[in-house]
């Protein structure tokens, strides 16, 4: 039972941390439960997720499907704060250009919004729309669950990148100290558990081919964000884990919607 509340207070704390979500009070905080918590990431996707599929399949009977998508996005952004968003800008501005490791780290914790930063951010949240709409316009339902798929197995890319690659910036610096730091074998192991599942549920539901494709592009994704940001940066960032996370929703989106044949 001990067991079982320590998990508990470890998925709040990932709540509590990446969501607007209010925790109970008893659940606390420290460095070392941050750390752990990276474990339960896909099912903060999936409450993430949840809620997006909710609105869509809410808006998508009183307004044009252009219309619900749009809500279900910014509700998604709303209960996150943006704070995966902010990552991808963030990391599209300082890697954007031809600059040096150090000036690219530098860039990448100035507050400001540039130019790469922009365009990234219009180019990925662009995609993401129009994937949505293309598969709520052949499914309305399957469309939400594909919403929910895609926050929780998305939230697994960052996990396996904390534990590929080294922490590339100072870690006395870093905005979340408990980030700077790789996660356990166990942990990964966990994660994975829960990525098969998550997978195996909703093949169960849908035809597996559309999660196959969708999956394997998100693989795809995730391992080109750690060969990018090992080539750039040497490692991670905060800001780097949340770029992958928008990276690999929108293509485990346009993975499903190919495998869909929808045009």
Do not use: N
């Amino acid at each position: 039972m001990s067991l079982l509340l320590h998990e508990l207070r470890l998925f709040f704390v990932a709540l509590q941390f990446f969501t607007r979500v209010p925790v109970p009070a008893w659940v606390g905080w420290s460095p070392e439960w941050m750390h752990a918590s990276s474990r339960h990431y896909p099912l903060v996707g999936l409450c993430v997720g949840a809620v997006g599929a909710a609105v869509l399949l809410g808006a998508g009977g009183l307004w044009p499907l252009s219309v619900a998508v749009g809500l279900s996005m910014a509700a998604t952004v709303w209960m996150t704060g943006g704070f995966h968003e902010d990552g991808l800008a963030d990391t599209c501005d300082g890697l954007g250009g031809s600059v040096s490791r150090e000036r690219a780290l530098i860039i990448m914790k100035d507050s400001r919004l540039g130019s790469y930063g922009a365009l990234g951010l219009v180019g990925v949240l662009g995609l993401k729309a129009a994937a949505l709409h293309g598969l709520a316009a052949h499914d309305l339902a399957s469309a939400a669950l594909a919403t929910v798929w895609a926050h929780g197995l998305s939230r697994v890319a960052p996990v396996l990148l904390l534990r590929a690659l080294p922490y590339a910036g100072d870690p006395e610096h870093a905005k979340a100290k408990p980030m700077a730091q790789q996660i356990s074998g166990g942990g990964l192991g966990w994660v994975i558990g829960v990525a098969l599942a998550l997978c195996a549920g909703v093949a169960a539901w849908v035809d597996a081919l559309p999660v196959l494709a969708g999956a394997g592009a998100m693989a795809a994704m995730t391992a080109w964000c750690a060969r990018w940001y090992r080539q750039r940066l040497g490692g991670y960032t905060g800001d780097t884990l949340g770029a992958s996370q928008q990276l690999g929703e929108v293509a485990g989106l346009l993975g499903w919607l190919a495998a869909l044949g929808v045009a």
